[in-house]
């Protein structure tokens, strides 16, 4: 059966992006490099250099940099080698006006993901007459995989695994081929191997399972029997099912509105998920999953607490309310405990 810690532990991505101009070399998206996780996660920012159509960099040209509707334009002068830079930029749209006098505007639109560093390598403005327009874009599995790497490394008080949680306020929805490594990453983290010892080891000081016995043997069945439990649950509700049914098995962070609106959508996310077409549905992935888990664990289980059909769906409903106080706690209290969650702007604790 998946335990309600999975609704905490349920659980963004540094994909590069290449921006063609016209008779120029191809931009490049770069993504900061990072160290093992003791940094801050990587700023969000915009650079590039600003040239002529004869190939001479352009100094002092004005770059305006314009982000989402309420936000304040910022700009910058090129510099002597043409360059400019936009630090601590916000995610999400963005356009780039570039001005100077003798040369027609020439704008640069597009997207950026949390953390990432996007480097327009070199901006052409040409003599009045022609503008260009330049989009930057990327594949919805682009900009899914550099979200989904940065939910990766979600740790509740720094080394809980939270990775069934997106607290992007827009994020992109996952393929199936995202979703099953998603799973066998919350599957086979070594955090989850301890806490399984440590269960195994509380039944077997309190003789739970009596039919596994004591000692080695017993402690060995026990410590199996909840691995599986948990491995069977996570790849049949967070993947197999959702891949099938196109349905996306992580929790959306809400983060805004009343406490009252708060708690009734982490409630209601027991039983409704996002789908892949963006639309809300009831989560029969997480729903028949845990019901398969149930019915799969009469296998291995000894004979005297093998659960009937009865039983089985007894403690699916069980599951499924332990998924809503587990959304209970993403909603009001993990976000907190977990250190270097990417500013996406939007939703707030």
């Known amino acids: 059966m998946l335990p309600w810690l999975a609704?905490?532990?349920?659980?963004?991505?540094?994909?590069?992006?290449?921006?063609?101009?016209?008779?120029?070399?191809?931009?490049?998206?770069?993504?900061?490099?990072?160290?093992?996780?003791?940094q801050?996660?990587?700023?969000?920012?915009?650079?590039?250099?600003?040239?002529?159509?004869?190939?001479?960099?352009?100094?002092?040209?004005?770059?305006?940099?314009?982000?989402?509707?309420?936000?304040?334009?910022?700009?910058?002068?090129?510099?002597?080698?043409?360059?400019?830079?936009?630090?601590?930029?916000?995610?999400?749209?963005?356009?780039?006006?570039?001005?100077?006098?003798?040369?027609?505007?020439?704008?640069?639109?597009?997207?950026?993901?949390?953390?990432?560093?996007?480097?327009?390598?070199?901006?052409?403005?040409?003599?009045?007459?022609?503008?260009?327009?330049?989009?930057?874009?990327?594949?919805?599995?682009?900009?899914?995989?550099?979200?989904?790497?940065?939910?990766?490394?979600?740790?509740?008080?720094?080394?809980?695994?939270?990775?069934?949680?997106?607290?992007?306020?827009?994020?992109?929805?996952?393929?199936?081929?995202?979703?099953?490594?998603?799973?066998?990453?919350?599957?086979?983290?070594?955090?989850n191997f301890a806490a399984t010892g440590v269960v195994a080891g509380i039944e077997q000081a309190t003789n739970s399972f009596s039919g596994y016995g004591q000692g080695a043997q017993g402690y060995a069945k026990r410590y199996g029997a909840g691995y599986a439990d948990g491995f069977i649950a996570t790849m049949i509700g967070g993947a197999i099912l959702p891949a099938w049914w196109k349905q996306d098995p992580r929790y959306f962070y809400k983060g805004t509105g009343t406490r009252r609106s708060r708690v009734l959508y982490a409630i209601a996310n027991a039983v409704v998920c996002k789908g892949d077409n963006g639309h809300w549905q009831v989560n029969y992935s997480a729903i028949v999953g845990g019901l398969a888990a149930g019915g799969i664990s009469n296998l291995y289980y000894p004979a005297a607490n093998r659960s009937g059909a009865a039983l089985t769906f007894e403690n699916a409903g069980f599951g499924t309310l332990g998924s809503a106080v587990g959304n209970l706690f993403q909603e009001f209290l993990v976000k907190r405990l977990t250190p270097r969650i990417p500013n996406y702007g939007s939703a707030q604790p």
Not at 47 to 71: D, F, K, M, R
Not at 94 to 123: D, N, R, W, Y
Request: aromatic share 6%; with cysteine.
């Open 7 to 38: 609704g905490i532990a349920l659980a963004v991505p540094a994909a590069a992006q290449r921006l063609d101009l016209p008779e120029v070399p191809s931009p490049q998206a770069v993504q900061q490099p990072s160290s093992s996780g003791q």
């Open 40 to 191: 801050d996660a990587p700023s969000t920012s915009i650079h590039g250099v600003v040239a002529n159509s004869a190939g001479a960099v352009c100094e002092g040209a004005h770059v305006e940099l314009t982000q989402p509707a309420g936000s304040a334009a910022v700009t910058a002068d090129s510099d002597s080698n043409g360059r400019f830079n936009f630090p601590n930029a916000a995610s999400g749209p963005f356009k780039l006006t570039v001005t100077s006098t003798g040369f027609m505007p020439q704008v640069v639109t597009g997207t950026l993901t949390a953390g990432q560093s996007l480097e327009v390598s070199s901006i052409v403005l040409v003599m009045k007459g022609t503008t260009t327009d330049v989009e930057v874009t990327a594949t919805r599995q682009e900009i899914a995989q550099e979200q989904l790497q940065l939910e990766e490394t979600q740790r509740v008080l720094g080394f809980y695994p939270n990775f069934y949680v997106t607290y992007d306020p827009h994020p992109a929805l996952l393929t199936p081929r995202q979703k099953f490594s998603l799973a066998w990453k919350s599957s086979v983290d070594p955090v």
